[in-house]
């Protein structure tokens, strides 16, 4: 009897499951040998069983997944809108470019307008600022919090001052209280980037649903993945409504994928200098993209949803090991502090090389890669210095001493949930290894 196309599909779902167990199951860690990585994608047969099923439907663009991770998405942060994209820098792009749509009214961004952030960040936390035109004013950092220093906002104001763009680094939330009363003093807009910190919180609150719009990031470093992918997220009907029409060729129209007519006058309306009734779904009221991802993809999402808060507990749990671990060398390390009121899913665990240490920090993360322990920098050290930002219109508000500092001293070790209790151990001992072979210890 021919089968029908649910049976198949169960049956190729059960496959999938037997692939996932002969093909990723039960790798063993052998210290030394096996690399100790500082990121990495955690999955089962689940990510796989939903990304098969999504790609039996050869939907291809967003569809039925898509729609279902921004629900779940938007639920667990606790935002009204959550908006899908295809990364971390095209959601940034997408939350500061809606600042400037004309459904902001006066309010809107314009260019030369002022975006107070930091010089110690990734990259494309900065460059929607200057893709739009839009003047960026960098502050200095903390060191310890790698955060903005909020001591200094004021003096980065001046007449053209509209907006704050600003990550929580490496998942630990910036003083939300202070740039929030910042913010509504000056009548700013604040964009959070949360690409790097899904899950943490202030006050009880997950980071992102502060500011009037935020990011994440699901590129495979991340607290959840997709490969690629990313999204944005408010409780602004018109900051959502910019942001998917942005996303979407900048188009009017607000039917999803497969509907028609939504706005019950797709051919009675009026639009600039268009004939009336001009087919509503034809209609641009932004110079947009195209920034919209597989269903196969978020199908991925959906799964990855699930198993989120026992990543969180991970990533917390893998940073209190480090932290207890590299208490003993603290005269050379300044160690990481997570912000007042926080409780940050840290995506990794900052180590800074103090000034005076008898070794530099180079020398220290070369010898643990020749170890298999992957470290890595924080991203663009002081992106002013980088050969793509030396010729940008900017302000630069004193003289980033910190983020220079950041920039020659400061590394990052893994906390995602790949990263076992003995892979920390085993890093500890190649680090008294290297402290004892220069001679420290
Ligand atoms: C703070 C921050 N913002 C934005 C991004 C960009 O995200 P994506 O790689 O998904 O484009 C990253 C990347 O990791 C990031 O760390």
Redesign the pocket.
């Known amino acids: 009897m021919k089968k029908t196309e649910s049976q198949l599909r169960m049956e190729i779902s059960d496959l999938v499951k037997e692939y996932y167990d002969i093909r990723y199951a039960g790798r063993k860690y052998i210290p030394g040998e096996t690399p100790v990585r500082y990121a990495g994608r955690i999955f089962d047969e689940k990510e796989l069983q939903l990304l098969v099923d999504s790609s039996l439907d050869f939907w291809l663009t967003s569809g039925r997944y898509s729609e279902q991770f921004e629900l779940d998405f938007a639920a667990f942060v606790g935002s009204e809108y959550a908006m899908l994209t295809n ?3 095209s959601a ?1 792009l997408l939350a500061l470019t809606a600042l400037t749509s004309p459904l902001m009214g006066e309010r809107r961004l314009k260019p030369g307008d002022e975006v107070i952030t930091v010089a110690a ?2 990259p ?2 900065v460059n929607p600022i200057i893709q739009n035109n839009l003047v960026p004013v960098f502050l200095d950092v903390e060191l310890g919090t790698y955060n903005i220093k909020v001591d200094d906002l004021e003096k980065a104001m001046s007449q053209n001052t509209r907006a704050i763009m600003l ?1 929580h680094t490496l998942a630990n939330p910036y003083d939300l209280e202070r740039v929030m009363e910042f913010v509504h003093k000056h009548d700013l807009f604040l964009v959070e ?1 949360c ?2 910190a899904l899950g943490s919180t202030y006050n009880g609150k997950h980071v992102g649903t502060f500011g009037h719009v935020a990011t994440c ?3 495979p ?1 991340h607290h959840i993945t997709l490969g690629e992918g ?1 999204m944005v997220f408010t409780n602004d009907d018109l900051i959502a409504r910019a942001v998917t029409s942005f996303r979407d060729w900048g188009r009017d129209c607000y039917c999803k994928g497969g509907e028609n007519n939504t706005c019950g006058k797709r051919y009675s309306g009026q639009y600039g200098q268009l004939p009336h009734g001009y087919d509503h779904k034809y209609v641009y009221s932004h110079i947009g993209y195209n920034l919209k991802v597989t269903d196969m993809q978020a199908a991925i999402g959906v799964a990855q949803m699930k198993k989120l808060p026992r990543f969180i507990e991970a990533r917390k749990n893998n940073f209190k090991l480090w932290n207890e671990g590299l208490k003993q060398f603290e005269d050379h390390f300044i160690l990481p502090e997570a912000t007042y009121n926080s409780e940050p899913a840290w995506f990794a665990f900052p180590v800074s090389v103090r000034e005076g240490a008898p070794f530099t920090r180079t020398e220290l993360t070369n010898y643990l890669a020749a170890k298999g322990i992957e470290t890595r920098n924080l ?1 663009a050290g002081n992106i002013t210095k980088q050969p793509a930002y030396l010729e940008i219109e900017k302000r630069v508000i004193g003289e980033l001493k910190n983020t220079d500092f950041a920039m020659n001293n400061t590394f990052f070790f893994g906390t995602y949930p790949g990263m076992k209790p003995e892979m920390i151990e085993y890093s500890l001992e190649v680090i008294l290894e290297f402290l004892m072979t220069i001679g420290t210890m």
């Open positions: 990364s971390g820098s940034n960040g990734f494309t936390t990550a980037d690409c790097d990031s699901f590129y470093a990313g991203f």
